[in-house]
């Protein structure tokens, strides 16, 4: 039986660290053509619009992804308690999608100054009801990760040709917004077709008492993933208060690089973590020696990416997206300085502080941080413009790295007895 187990783990495993693999690739493949094709300026519009829409994306999945793949794993395949589940999550994102909608809409004719930016707003808001019918807590809970794989990778394939077929010059705006929400809508129909007609699993009517239920024990992970949000948009919000749209493409399109190379890092984390987690409970001054020599190889690997990217940004830039974007290359430094900062904060927090058990502590530093981006964000953007709202990124994972080395130093986290 824990052969089983462990082959499972394994097995799922492969395939998440597959699809990363691939939602990694294709953004490599598919943003040198669209920043070319729709040009600076409507690339910020296309940024500054679905940055508008990723924060009541947030509100509709409201933590339901952990909190449904908890309680679907512990139902242990009892259809009816599935059901359940399914249902009462469901109707609570069907309820978090009209209230999302409306005050979008609402929003989005005051906030967003011309008639094409609203059009793009609303053809997004499909991407937030989409969200209601992805059912990627459901596969997740019963341990079946294939399913997440192939159905993402044919959705993003799909998406990935049209947008290439379809996508030819910046009035195209609008189509490439269009094939952009495909790969969720394709998704979320694969996955419901799956569920129903191969777990089957059916929507049942809730009560109110377990609607309730699942927002009550959803409000700790909402908040949390809401932070999160915060920290990776609010510096394009910030943009988007005080600068054009030119900005915000040139500022997204330079972000983007760096980005992509946490993304690629994720995996490792996700490796570390356990393997981390079980060596503190059974021998602390090996983990406490080998989180020490892999922070060290991780700085080394970050400080060659920092300087590669510094000797090599206008050719970088000018190979990724263009003379158009060559005036912003620059913001790659603290850009770059946000990478290495992220990456480190990521083994402090997560592979020290969380494994240890201080996730409180990491909390409070994360709040922290997030206060700081946002301060640092809302004054350096109106003084400085892209260049104050790339230092303020910086500045808000210097904030979390410090936070977290301090705690660390005041528990005595890596010292050996």
């Known amino acids: ?135 990627t807590y459901i596969f997740q809970g019963l341990q079946d990760m294939k399913f997440i794989m192939a159905v993402n990778v044919i959705s993003r394939t799909v998406s990935t040709v ?28 694969l996955g419901t077709a799956l569920i129903v007609g191969k777990f089957k699993i059916r929507l049942t009517k809730p009560n109110y008492k377990d609607i309730v239920d699942v927002y009550k024990e959803g409000f700790p992970l909402f908040t949390t993933s809401f932070a999160s949000k915060i920290c ?30 946490v993304i690629m890092f994720a995996p490792v984390g996700q490796v570390i973590y356990p393997y981390i987690c079980k060596l503190y409970e059974t021998n602390i001054e090996l983990a406490i020696r080998r989180i020490k020599k892999i922070l060290l190889a991780i700085l080394v690997v970050c400080a060659v990416g920092f300087l590669t990217m510094l000797f090599l940004k206008d050719v970088m830039i000018r190979i990724v997206y263009g003379e158009e974007y060559l005036p912003y290359s620059n913001l790659i430094i603290p850009l770059s300085l946000w990478l290495v900062f992220s990456i480190t904060n990521n083994i402090l927090g997560i592979q020290i502080l969380v494994a240890r058990g201080h996730q409180k502590e990491y909390s409070v530093c994360f ?50 007895n």
């Open 1 to 135: 039986m824990k052969i089983n187990i462990k082959n499972k783990i394994f097995t799922n495993g492969i395939y998440l660290y597959i699809l990363q693999i691939f939602n990694t690739v294709i953004p490599l493949i598919t943003l040198p053509y669209i920043t070319r094709v729709l040009g600076i300026e409507q690339y910020g519009v296309f940024s500054k619009t679905l940055n508008y829409v990723t924060y009541f994306h947030a509100f509709v999945e409201y933590g339901f992804t952990l909190l449904g793949a908890r309680k679907i794993n512990l139902a242990e395949n009892n259809k009816i308690e599935i059901s359940k589940i399914f249902s009462a999550i469901t109707y609570s994102k069907i309820l978090n999608s009209i209230i999302s909608f409306s005050v979008l809409a609402v929003v989005g004719l005051f906030a967003l100054e011309r008639e094409q930016q609203y059009q793009c707003l609303l053809i997004l808001t499909i991407w937030i009801f989409s969200e209601v019918f992805t059912q």
């Open 162 to 189: 049209l947008t290439f077929i379809f996508v030819k010059n910046p009035e195209d705006i609008l189509i490439y917004a269009i094939l952009y929400v495909v790969t969720n809508v394709l998704s979320a129909f």
């Open 232 to 261: 990776s948009g609010f510096t394009v919000t910030a943009l988007g208060f005080f600068c054009t749209d030119a900005v915000i493409g040139g500022y997204t399109a330079i972000q983007k690089i760096p980005y992509i190379l």
């Open 367 to 416: 709040i922290i941080s997030i206060i700081a981006l946002v301060i640092f964000n809302l004054v350096l953007c109106y003084m400085f413009g892209a260049w104050g709202g790339a230092i303020a990124t910086a500045v808000g994972e210097l904030t979390l790295t410090c936070c977290c080395l301090y705690v660390i130093w005041k528990k005595r986290l890596l010292n050996i």
